[in-house]
């Protein structure tokens, strides 16, 4: 559950629903979004205070397509998530020589 905390600033709190027996629910704050904050430091998240279904030992991996090499470039893949993309080959007089961000 993603909540915003400041009207005036874009924050938000990650929030994270504990369910116990009985159908009691906890929602707990495990982190938060700044998107004004310097990059990379934008998201922060307390993995360990995050409660995953029974028999989820760890976090799921959630990217769906790997990086590209370098020489290629990420195309989106139409009505899919931005993290699903194509590597094509880099426009002929472009070259690309990172392979993390886009």
Avoid at 28 to 50: C, D, F, N, T, W
Avoid at 88 to 99: G, H, L, M, Q, V
């Amino acid at each position: 559950i993603i909540q915003r905390v400041h009207e005036s600033e874009a924050e938000y709190a990650i929030l994270n629903f504990w369910n116990f027996p009985e159908g009691l629910g906890l929602k707990v704050k495990v982190g938060k979004y700044s998107p004004h904050a310097p990059r990379g430091q934008e998201l922060s998240l307390s993995e360990e205070m995050i409660e995953w279904a029974i028999g989820v030992p760890e976090t799921p991996h959630s990217v769906c397509s790997e990086s590209c090499s370098p020489g290629f470039r990420k195309t989106t893949q139409e009505g899919k998530a931005t993290c699903c993309f194509d590597c094509a080959p880099c426009p002929e007089n472009e070259i690309s020589n990172e392979t993390g961000e886009w």
